[in-house]
């Protein structure tokens, strides 16, 4: 078809309109007409007096302009480009296979300490993530009074999964028939990070049954204070009733009485700050070094918590606000995994993001919610209670600065928390099924709706980061999938133009749906280049050689190199269990998301002091995407 029949195609659409556009206007539809269906501008540019046709040549021709770049800064930035390509990028390049050369994993070391060892800013909400328990879903509705009972049961189900990676019973991974790397499971439990004034470290204390004796010990704090046990006796783990028992005795100390020194405060306090206060508390007394010891070996923490949120499972903001934001005093926000127990009978995990990434988590959890179900969150075994000591109250020995520490570390954490917005809710409209049914892909089409969500509320795209993994690779964890395209740039402009035709906007959302699925895939199978770049700038910085203009280019930071993502999404996945993270920038939002049959649940997150974002205007915004594109999708199969 000519590119003049093609124009009066999409004349004819715009005559459907109440009103007739503007001149400009029909232009400026027709260039992101053709700019949606065949991309880039792929004829010569008309003669100087053909005036018609060099009008709507640059119609075209401007919207070619990249998602975040005029044209101008494009050139300056693709000439960067050009000269890092052909001069210090090949060297820093050779470099690095060299450094391949003597490594199973070149960025195995670095990403450890560029991305979360060496930070010094608060880990504990900028770098942790958790979620809430889907429990209340089926057998365990919010209740007060069942707070312990329930916790023995769910822990008893966490120490059984612990004994099934210590057994090494744990069904490895697939991706299709591709088995995938399990090492980061050796991290869930007995691991804890340990600050350090200019990098921190993380020890892991964890073996298999073949690899020797494991601690089996777990800590349960409650109002401030620390007491643990050993959940295993004469070989076998602790029965529900004698967690109970356990659990019981924790509360009988702190009920009534004043609460503790709050030690694990300061691990919310920025991490140099944080590491001296722990040098100082140590100096102190040194038992306070056993102290420390033992909680960063235990199995896991336990959060004995008196919030109550009452969530629902159409609406788990409350708790998922209180699982990012929650009292510092009881959760140690170093450790690989602290189980949250609250008042109203229901549950969140708080995990540091160093020891591995958020499946492993998923994975854990999913299992303990199939393990619930299955028995309808009863114990259904022996009610005898093995004698055994009883938990043991760890105490710290403080002075007038320890508690001064501890005093800044909660002000300045509930003035950040206080500056959180969380929202999470489910969209039951309709889910997995619904979407395959399309034959779409289901995540896909979540990060094209929150693309749209985006546009349609800031009139404009913004830099997306999603989670794509790399466990097809040895200690592989995560590379960078960027869905902010330029095909989803000009899907958006299609979808917001009164005058666009539902034909043109379904090939614009199969362009996007396209370019997603092969980044994705490119992603996963190591052919993505953030994890590259980032190679190349920290041999550059190892060597130190000057930093190459790539790198403090606008627009590498303006697209979300650096970890300035406007947009941070991961996909947790199509279980039961969601997760919840704070955003990556201060004008950007947290997203993530689970995908099931008949539903959907996201949590987004946003920091109020930002006059930029809205949390709950965004998610509304994605119900209206949603709703747009299956009905897009549905005509298209009439």
């Known amino acids: 078809m000519s590119l003049q029949a093609e124009f009066e195609r999409v004349a004819d659409d715009v005559k459907k309109v109440k009103s007739r556009p503007s001149d400009q206007e029909l232009l400026d539809m027709y260039g992101l007409y053709k700019q949606a269906i065949f991309g880039d501008i792929n004829i010569d540019k008309p003669g100087m007096l053909d005036m018609k046709g060099k009008a709507k040549w640059e119609a075209w021709d401007s919207r070619k302009v990249r ?12 000439a960067v480009v050009k000269r890092f390509g052909e001069g210090i990028g090949k060297d820093l390049h050779q470099k690095l296979l060299q450094r391949a050369r003597t490594r199973r994993n070149w960025l195995e070391e670095w990403w450890l300490n560029a991305a979360y060892l060496e930070l010094r800013y608060p880990s504990q909400l900028n770098v942790n993530y958790g979620g809430p328990a889907p429990y209340l879903e089926h057998c365990w509705p919010p209740t007060e ?8 049961i769910s822990m008893w189900h966490t120490l059984q999964y612990w004994d099934l990676l210590r ?8 991706a299709g028939n591709v088995v995938l790397d399990m090492d980061q499971f050796r991290m869930l439990f007995c691991t804890c990070k340990v600050p ?74 920025e991490r140099t700050r944080w590491a001296k206060a722990r040098e100082y508390l140590i100096g102190i007394d040194p038992a306070n070094k056993t102290i420390l010891e033992t909680i960063q070996s235990s199995l896991f923490v336990v959060s004995l918590d008196d919030a109550k ?32 127990s609250f008042a109203d009978g229901t549950f969140g995990s708080i995990c540091d993001h160093a020891p591995f990434e958020g499946m492993v988590l998923v994975t854990h959890c999913y299992y303990v919610d199939q393990q619930l179900k299955a028995t309808d969150g009863k114990w259904k075994g022996s009610e005898t209670v093995r004698p055994m000591p009883l938990p043991e109250e760890l105490v710290f020995t403080v002075d007038d600065r320890v508690r001064s520490d501890v005093a800044h570390a909660k002000q300045q954490y509930f003035e950040t928390t206080q500056d959180l917005q969380v929202v999470c809710y489910a969209f039951t409209s309709f889910g997995k099924a619904a979407i395959k049914q ?65 034909e043109a906007k379904r090939k614009a959302l199969l362009l996007a749906f396209n370019k997603h699925n092969k980044l994705m895939a490119e992603a996963q ?11 190349l700038y920290l041999i550059a910085k190892e060597e130190g050689l000057p930093m190459p203009d790539l790198f403090t280019d606008p627009l590498y930071s303006k697209s979300g190199g650096g970890g300035n993502f406007t947009l941070s999404t991961s996909l947790a996945g199509y279980t039961t ?40 205007t965004l998610f509304q915004n994605l119900v209206t995407s949603l709703h747009e594109m299956l009905h897009l999708a549905t005509t298209a199969q009439l």
């Open 309 to 340: 949120p009452y969530a629902t499972a159409e609406n788990y903001t409350t708790v998922s606000l209180e699982v990012l934001t929650g009292d510092p005093t009881i959760r140690w926000g170093d450790k690989s995994y602290n189980s949250l």
């Open 525 to 535: 199978n190591g052919k993505g280049f953030d994890r590259h770049l980032l190679g």
């Open 145 to 152: 009074g069942v707070q312990l009972q329930r916790t023995s």
């Open 167 to 174: 057994t090494e019973r744990q069904d490895p991974h697939k």
């Open 577 to 616: 269990v969601l997760g919840a993270v704070a955003p990556m920038v201060h004008h950007g939002y947290g997203f993530f998301y689970r995908i099931n049959e008949d539903r959907i649940v996201a949590s987004c997150s946003a920091w109020k002091s930002s006059p930029e974002t809205d949390a709950e």
């Open 67 to 78: 998602p975040f770049a005029t044209e101008e800064e494009y050139q300056v930035t693709a």
């Open 438 to 502: 399309r034959k779409l892909h289901p995540d896909t089409f979540i990060q094209l709706a929150l693309q749209l969500a985006y546009y349609r509320q800031h009139g404009r795209l913004g830099s997306c980061y999603e989670t794509a993994m790399t466990r097809r690779f040895y200690h592989g964890r995560t590379e960078t999938m960027r869905p902010c395209t330029l095909e989803a740039q000009n899907w958006c402009h299609t979808m917001l133009l009164p005058a666009a035709s539902a």
């Open 196 to 269: 350090g004034v200019t990098k921190d470290t993380i020890i892991n204390y964890f073996k298999t049954e073949s690899e020797g004796p494991c601690p089996s010990h777990v800590v349960v704090m409650c109002k401030g204070r620390f007491f643990s046990f050993d959940a295993v006796c004469d070989g076998h783990i602790l029965t529900p009733p004698e967690l109970l028992r356990q659990l019981t005795h924790v509360k009988q100390c702190c009920e009534g009485e004043p609460a503790g020194d709050g030690i694990a405060a300061l691990t919310s306090e």
